[in-house]
């Protein structure tokens, strides 16, 4: 569990960071993407998570992210996410960087959160970027007449901009990066806890499992998100209290 320096050094910090990948939403329900029953040992990614496996089959790809719509819509943040938006209201700035599309770090609450690969409750023009509820299932946008798509970021595109650009910043000049739930696998995202630490910041990362990561973290805490999380910041919480001085 975290060790007495993580905590000396989250109460230190005046800007942390934290990046989460699918394991964070794990135990509310939804399904990650590399574990032995995840998504990518279900479905190909090539057909329905690429620009040619759309255009191969609109139909099928709609139909898989109508799915995972509904799953996303049926489930709730868990006490990671909740965690999370309680932390960041306690230290001076908070950057949360998701890989994640469903939403869920919102609903809990967090507010500065950074969404590198889209989100599944848009679709978005594939021509013109008019962005629809992907609840109403629009096909063709009514603006251009292209295909409308999740406006989510498959294989092989790039990432939007600004999300690269505010994320890369954020792990540049944080001093705590924490990494939740995530294999580091996919690029450009895998790059932030490096850039981090390479300039200076102190990585945690949390993850029940080992990772390419870990070699690099100076702490990695081997338990799921929401035992870690939850006591990361209730003892955070507790310390600050404790050492800060009487009003
Ligand atoms: P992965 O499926 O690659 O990795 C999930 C990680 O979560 C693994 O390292 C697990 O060990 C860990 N994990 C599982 N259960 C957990 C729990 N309860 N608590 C904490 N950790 C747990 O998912 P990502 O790293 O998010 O991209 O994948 C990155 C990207 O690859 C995704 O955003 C997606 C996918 O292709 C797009 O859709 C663009």
Redesign the pocket.
């Known amino acids: 569990m975290p060790s007495e320096t993580t905590i000396q050094h989250l109460c230190d910090a005046m800007h942390v960071c934290v990046l989460t ?4 939403s ?2 509310s329900g939804v399904a ?4 032995p029953d ?1 998504l990518w040992a279900k479905f190909s ?1 090539q057909e329905l ?1 690429s620009m040619d496996g759309f255009l191969a089959n609109p139909e099928r790809v709609r139909d898989w992210y109508t799915y995972r719509l509904h799953v996303i819509d049926s489930v709730t943040p868990n006490r990671a996410h909740t965690a999370l938006a309680t932390l960041e209201q306690h230290v001076p700035k908070l950057t949360l960087i998701t ?3 469903d939403r869920l770090h919102q609903q809990a609450g967090s507010r500065n959160v950074v969404e590198l ?1 889209g989100n599944l409750l848009e679709n978005r023009c594939n021509g013109c970027g008019w962005l629809t509820d992907a609840h109403k299932h629009v096909e063709i946008c009514i603006r251009c007449g292209d295909l409308m798509r999740p406006n ?3 294989f092989g595109e790039m990432l939007p901009v600004e999300a690269i650009e505010q994320a890369t910043e954020a792990a540049r000049t944080c001093d705590v990066f924490i990494c ?7 690029y450009p ?1 895998a790059q932030l806890p490096y850039d981090a630490r390479n300039h200076g910041a102190y990585l945690v990362e ?4 080992q ?1 390419v990561l870990t070699p690099y973290a100076h702490q990695s805490i081997r338990h ?2 929401v035992k870690a999380v939850s006591e990361l910041v209730e003892r955070f919480l507790n310390k600050r209290n404790t050492h800060s001085p009487p009003r």
């Open positions: 990948g699918a394991g964070v794990a135990e990650t993407f590399r574990d995840g990614p998570a890989q994640n599309v690969h989510v970021v498959w939740i739930g995530t294999s580091a696998e996919v995202a949390i993850n029940p499992n990772t799921t998100a």
